[in-house]
């Protein structure tokens, strides 16, 4: 005897875990155990999903396969896993003499230097990019400041530093909707040669956005529950909001009759006003949505040099492979680095080498660096997908510095790698002398399918990246 059939909504599940949104079925047939789905008609943030787990008994064997099942029975590919964006910022650059690449031979016919042989099994995926600069640079111990952004210092009258937008906040404006965290920022214990800011990102106003220093605290942000209850929590974001409108009310009060310097000031006042309440409304959003379960133990604290470089890598991959977040960015250390591989010289100073016990240690630094990004990429490509590709496929990998060796501006150092932008990797580009670097950076927003017309001192793409 036939039953009636009973139908069920069922939502968009994404999973934490394995960072990619999985389309479970927008209605469901249910006929006694049997099942089967059918077209996804609606698409529901991650928090209706959570709230309604209940529903979805078959759920984590759905996932777990990698694909939808419709009434036919065949299965389909799943979504695209997101993509993704990290950027490692060294400071200080490079032994000029034995890290670029010899500029006689480009393309895929290439030899990596003698700076960056540890890159060697990973050679036919990374491209090395030289000739760009930032136009505007003019400081010779900032390696960080301007790097993401190619601004121009002095572009607002009357101050001697302004900044713009960073790449990585144009990836998470566009991209970091849909996850926990729209971007992390991460720096070193210690901080030289890197220049003035909180980390290596600028907000839409050009303004610093603040970074994480310690492991251990990047390692509860991502991952450890909130010990207050949700009550309590909502509270707070409800009390915050009520002192923004007042501040909002009180600040419109003064608005009219004010010079513009002052008028400006105050589009300003409420620009970072406007910036507050849309981080309350994601913290609202998430509340009710638990923290992924932590793919590492928690990090031993007090590390330093080599061995926190390693532990702040463990930590991106595991906020990339929980899709904690997808904007990455770390300034990596430069004294206590050295110092781990027992050199007595500052980074300061390294930096400054010739011939000698100095330039043998820039030396040493530089292949520590390749060593770390070789590192890297191992552990990207050995974190899998649900649709059986790696992390790798999907991300983006930026390592380099605007300043490329001693106090030279120019020919900044870059490495590209990963499949998050479609470039063009397995080369060794020689651009014209003091192509803006933001080309670079352009190009891989747009391979990233975030249609920007410009960033920075941008003139333009780099067609020779394009895959």
Same mark, same amino acid.
């Given at each position: 005897m036939n039953k009636k059939l009973k139908r069920v909504s069922a939502p968009v599940a994404k999973n934490p875990q394995i960072g990619r949104s999985t389309a479970v079925g927008a209605e469901t047939l249910f006929h006694n155990t049997n099942f089967n789905f059918i077209t996804m008609?609606?698409?529901?943030?991650?928090?209706?999903?959570?709230?309604?787990?209940?529903?979805?008994?078959?759920?984590?064997?759905?996932?777990?396969?990698?694909?939808?099942?419709f009434a036919s029975g065949a299965p389909t590919a799943a979504a695209s896993p997101a993509?993704?964006?990290?950027?490692?910022?060294?400071?200080?650059?490079?032994?000029?003499?034995?890290?670029?690449?010899?500029?006689?031979?480009?393309?895929?016919?290439?030899?990596l230097s003698e700076g960056l042989s540890p890159l060697a099994r990973h050679q036919s995926d990374l491209t090395v990019v030289q000739g760009c600069a930032n136009q505007y640079a003019n400081e010779a111990h900032w390696g960080s400041t301007f790097w993401l952004t190619g601004a121009n210092r002095y572009?607002?009258?009357?101050?001697?530093?302004?900044?713009?937008?960073?790449?990585?906040?144009?990836?998470?404006?566009?991209?970091?909707?849909?996850?926990?965290?729209?971007?992390?920022?991460?720096n070193p214990s210690e901080l030289q040669g890197?220049?003035?800011?909180?980390?290596?990102?600028?907000?839409?106003?050009?303004k610093p956005v603040a970074g994480q220093d310690d492991p251990v605290q990047v390692f509860h942000k991502l991952f450890s529950p909130e010990d207050l209850p949700l009550e309590q929590r909502q509270?707070?974001?409800? $009390?915050?909001?009520?002192?923004? @409108?007042?501040?909002? #009310? +009180?600040?419109?009060?003064?608005?009219?009759?004010?010079? !513009?310097?002052?008028?400006?000031?105050?589009?300003?006042?409420?620009?970072?006003?406007?910036?507050?309440?849309t981080r309350l409304n994601k913290d609202e959003d998430w509340l009710d949505v638990p923290k992924s379960k932590p793919p590492l133990e928690e990090p031993d604290p007090g590390l330093k040099g080599k061995a926190e470089i390693e532990i702040m890598q463990d930590l991106i991959i595991a906020a990339l492979q929980t899709d904690s977040t997808r904007a990455l960015t770390y300034r990596m250390p430069g004294n206590t680095l050295?110092?781990?591989?027992?050199?007595?010289?500052?980074?300061?100073?390294?930096?400054?080498?010739?011939?000698?016990?100095?330039? $043998?240690?820039?030396?040493?630094? @530089?292949?520590?660096? #390749? +060593?770390?990004?070789?590192?890297?990429?191992?552990?990207? !490509?050995?974190t899998k997908e649900a649709d059986g590709s790696s992390l790798f496929d999907h991300t983006t990998v930026a390592f380099g510095?605007?300043?490329?060796?001693?106090?030279?501006?120019?020919?900044?150092?870059?490495?590209?790698?990963?499949?998050?932008?479609?470039?063009?990797?397995?080369?060794?580009?020689?651009?014209?002398?003091?192509t803006p670097l933001c080309n670079v950076?352009?190009?891989?927003?747009?391979?990233?399918?975030?249609?920007?017309?410009?960033?920075?001192?941008?003139?333009?793409?780099?067609?020779?990246?394009?895959?």
């Open positions: 008609k609606t698409q529901l943030k991650r928090r209706h999903f959570l709230r309604g787990t209940g529903a979805l008994i078959a759920l984590p064997a759905l996932e777990s396969f990698g694909f939808r099942r993509k993704r964006a990290v950027f490692f910022g060294m400071g200080f650059g490079v032994t000029k003499e034995t890290w670029f690449p010899d500029t006689t031979k480009t393309g895929s016919d290439y030899e572009s607002v009258p009357g101050q001697n530093m302004a900044n713009s937008i960073s790449v990585d906040q144009v990836v998470a404006q566009q991209l970091g909707q849909d996850t926990r965290f729209a971007s992390l920022q991460l890197h220049g003035p800011g909180l980390s290596l990102a600028w907000d839409q106003r050009g509270a707070a974001i409800t $009390e915050n909001r009520s002192v923004l @409108d007042a501040v909002l #009310s +009180e600040a419109k009060r003064v608005q009219r009759g004010l010079s !513009k310097t002052d008028t400006d000031k105050l589009d300003e006042y409420f620009q970072g006003i406007r910036d507050i309440e050295l110092q781990s591989l027992d050199v007595t010289h500052s980074a300061h100073n390294v930096s400054h080498y010739s011939p000698g016990e100095r330039m $043998e240690a820039s030396k040493k630094r @530089d292949k520590t660096h #390749s +060593e770390l990004l070789a590192r890297f990429i191992d552990k990207l !490509k050995d510095s605007n300043i490329s060796s001693i106090h030279y501006l120019t020919n900044c150092p870059t490495v590209l790698t990963g499949g998050g932008a479609n470039l063009k990797l397995g080369q060794h580009l020689v651009l014209p002398e003091d950076w352009l190009t891989m927003l747009h391979g990233m399918g975030i249609d920007v017309e410009r960033h920075g001192d941008s003139s333009g793409i780099v067609k020779a990246l394009q895959a």
